[in-house]
């Protein structure tokens, strides 16, 4: 598990017909203070959640900006179910340890410079 997909691959899968069952983001502080949310997304063909990938080099995609991760997760790839958001850390995401291997987010990249604002907007994720 842990693995990651290309966006194109990811786009490859939805136009055969594949869905994203669920997608789960997490909050990772950087070094300097800012906030990194990584998606973790479960496609129906394949088994378990995965990253997705930078264009380029190892380590996975992440953005500063959640309103460009919502639009691009609802309007690029069509995922209208809940999104569930953690802070790194966070005691639940236990249930969740298969999809975060050791190392998995150790190379990010941002997609905005935009400040987060303080607060918690953590969403408590539906049993399932």
């Not at 899968?13 to 070094?31: K, L, M, P």
């Not at 900006?65 to 639009?71: A, G, T, Y």
């Not at 790194?88 to 999809?99: I, N, T, V």
Request: charged residues 25%; contains cysteine.
């Amino acid at each position: 598990m842990g693995d990651t997909l290309g966006e194109a691959d990811l786009r490859a899968g939805i136009a055969r017909g594949g869905t994203i069952e669920n997608v789960v983001v997490v909050a990772y502080r950087d070094a300097g203070g800012g906030v990194e949310h990584v998606p973790y997304i479960l496609p129906s063909w394949r088994r378990g959640y995965v990253a997705i990938a930078l264009f380029r080099g190892p380590g996975v995609r992440a953005w500063r900006d959640l309103d460009r991760l919502r639009r691009f997760l609802r309007d690029d790839l069509g995922f209208g179910l809940p999104i569930s958001l953690y802070d790194e850390g966070c005691p639940k995401l236990a249930r969740f340890k298969s999809l975060l291997p050791a190392g998995a987010t150790s190379s990010r990249v941002r997609t905005s410079d935009t400040t987060q604002p303080d607060g918690d907007d953590t969403e408590t994720p539906a049993p399932g």
